[in-house]
């Protein structure tokens, strides 16, 4: 659960790390939706992880014997029209999801921050080239931008990273850009100038560590809505491809099926998405809610 | 000036910042002197200018600031043609500062020690071992008891007076010539004042620094200080040993500011509010920019701008009225 709690630890109280994992129990007890959001995706990822190797089905295995049946005992969540299991499907499709959106959340996270804070910090027309670039990327929906992208790249599972990624990198070149610029005057850059730090050691060893609070919590929302963007690319055919078990996929080849009755091929998958995106939504919020109130 | 060995010498010192009538003259022909060893005061009101000048030697003007004209001596290089490169090694080993803002000047995600030994490792090339040694050994120096336990504490974690003192160790950690105190104890009590003030003197005392110390607390200069300069709206407007300004102050603004003071042990007039701010004076380049307050003021004084005058061996003063 790192990105949950280094978020936590930023900002200008943040110096005491130590104290703030001593608080970290009491700062659960205070937000309920926190605790229940760190749970939800505990669960998920111990799912995701252990429960395949507890199934006898193997995620392709198909069984033209046991095609469409419903949830039995043997088949918690039913199976699919090649008789493959669906919740096998569905664990190995949240772990590829998974991985996708800690991937996308990094990058994102990173190429944004580092080039948002090279930004603000030195402003003039590198600044204003990089806000009218990140202008133009705001100008699309992400959606839109990151299925234009895989269209062009080729829906392989790296390309989707990328291209999700990058059409969120704008949130955090601005959000990055917005702190560096107000903390990059403060007492603690002028001191670090003024003992002899060059211009890029102030920047990235005293402005920028004080100015990742914002964006960590960014990125915490951007983990839910990547595993909506990534299997929406899925679904519309633009992203993962079939027969790779992920939510979207899933979802998609069951969607024949839902008219004459057989609910179970979409709706489980759709169920762990939906939990997944939840489960991410309620931590960034929390999160969101804990340092808004730390710097009133 | 007086002929001594000169660490500072600042010249004709002239700033200027874009704005309406061909911008705001922010420094004007700014002169004065910090000999080596020595504490000099720089007093004046708010938007005097002080700050700006120091700013300007440690090389850290606003980038929309420009140096219309002048020259900044610092051990035989003049400052103001100095590259980058070369102010960063002067930076922290030869001229170190001291800002205002006492609680953002440390890092808050840094332990204090290592944000002392940081300097060590920059200035003296120190490895990390050594410079957390000598780090520890510094904030000894500087009075905060249980160094070696402190030195693992984040700023918040101490009190603001303890932020100071590291502050100041961290500046002074590598003994420069020069020290600049702009208004080192705006926001702390009383008491934590007089200890810190203590504790720059030691310093002095110590390592043989010379001190520009920026404030507009009159006891603290007569305390501290042995020369006074006296700024108003980015002019120097006298220049004097301590004794010699608040015994013989000549110039009409001095003799105000000194007025000013309150004292516990005289009953005073409280003395007339001056109308106006100094902002506003600093769009008028010709004559004297004290011309509207001033009580004596002549005719020239509106159409020429005074010249510095030496009117005894170590007293300075910018006045057509005083000569």
Redesign the interface.
């Known amino acids: 659960m790192s990105v949950p709690t280094s978020a936590l630890s930023?900002r200008?109280?943040?110096?005491?790390f130590v104290q703030r994992v001593g608080g970290f129990s009491k700062v659960l007890r205070e937000h309920r939706m926190l605790l229940l959001g760190l749970v939800v995706l505990l669960v998920v990822i111990l799912a995701a992880t252990f429960g395949p190797s507890l199934l006898p089905y193997g995620p392709l295995k198909t069984d033209p014997e046991s095609r469409l049946q419903p949830p039995s005992l043997a088949h918690p969540m039913g199976t699919d029209n090649f008789g493959r299991d669906v919740l096998v499907r569905v664990l190995y499709g949240a772990r590829l999801d998974l991985r996708i959106s800690f991937l996308v959340a990094f990058s994102a996270l990173i190429a944004g921050t580092l080039v948002g804070a090279f930004s603000g910090y030195y402003g003039g027309i590198v600044d204003d080239v990089v806000m009218r670039i990140t202008d133009v990327m705001q100008a699309f929906p992400s959606f839109v931008l990151a299925m234009a992208i895989t269209a062009m790249l080729g829906n392989t599972i790296p390309n989707v990273v990328l291209a999700i990624a990058f059409s969120y990198s704008p949130f955090f070149i601005r959000l990055t850009r917005g702190e560096v610029l107000s903390a990059r005057e403060?007492?603690?850059a002028?001191?670090?100038?003024?003992?002899?730090?060059?211009e890029w050691r102030v920047l990235y060893l005293?402005v920028l560590?004080?100015c990742l609070t914002p964006a960590l919590v960014q990125a915490t929302l951007c983990l839910g809505w990547a595993i909506l963007n990534a299997s929406g690319l899925a679904f519309l055919g633009l992203g993962v491809r079939p027969p790779t078990p992920e939510g979207g996929v899933l979802v998609g080849e069951g969607t024949q099926f839902i008219i004459s009755g057989e609910w179970w091929i979409s709706v489980f998958p759709g169920a762990m998405i939906v939990l997944m995106a939840f489960a991410f939504n309620l931590i960034g919020d929390s999160l969101r809610d804990i340092t808004a109130q730390e710097e009133r | 000036m007086t002929e001594r060995d000169e660490l500072l010498r600042i010249r004709d010192l002239t700033v200027t910042f874009p704005g309406r009538d061909g911008g705001v003259v922010i420094l004007d022909k700014v002169t004065f002197d910090v000999s080596g060893k020595e504490i000099v005061g720089l007093v004046g009101e708010s938007g005097s200018g002080k700050t700006m000048t120091s700013l300007a030697v440690m090389g850290f003007l606003p980038p929309s600031g420009r140096i219309q004209q002048g020259e900044i001596w610092f051990k035989g290089r003049n400052l103001l043609e100095c590259s980058e490169a070369e102010m960063r090694k002067t930076r922290g080993r030869e001229i170190a500062m001291i800002f205002q803002s006492t609680r953002s000047a440390l890092n808050p995600l840094m332990r204090v020690g290592d944000q002392v030994a940081r300097v060590y490792r920059i200035q003296r090339g120190l490895d990390a071992k050594e410079a957390q040694e000598k780090a520890v050994a510094a904030l000894n120096r500087m009075g905060i008891p249980d160094a070696e336990r402190r030195a693992r504490a984040y700023p918040h974690q101490l009190s603001r007076g303890m932020c100071q003192r590291v502050l100041i160790g961290m500046m002074v950690a590598c003994e420069p010539a020069l020290l600049i105190a702009d208004e080192p104890t705006t926001g702390l009590d009383v008491t934590i004042q007089a200890q810190i003030f203590e504790l720059i003197k030691a310093v002095q005392q110590a390592t043989g620094a010379s001190i520009l110390l920026i404030t507009h607390d009159l006891g603290v200069v007569a305390e501290t200080c042995e020369r006074v300069v006296v700024m108003y709206a980015g002019q120097v407007m006298e220049m004097a040993a301590v004794e010699d300004l608040f015994a013989r102050p000549r110039h009409p603004y001095t003799q105000r500011l000194l007025s000013s003071v309150l004292r516990v042990d005289k009953v005073i007039e409280m003395p007339a509010v001056d109308a106006g701010l100094t902002e506003d004076v600093a769009y008028s380049i010709a004559g004297c920019r004290f011309a509207s307050r001033c009580p004596r003021v002549l005719p020239t004084c509106w159409e020429q701008t005074p010249l510095g005058v030496q009117i005894e061996a170590d007293h300075w003063v910018t006045c057509h009225n005083c000569g």
């Open positions: 930023t200008l109280s943040a110096g005491a403060l007492g603690y002028e001191a670090a100038r003024c003992v002899g730090n060059p005293h560590p004080n």
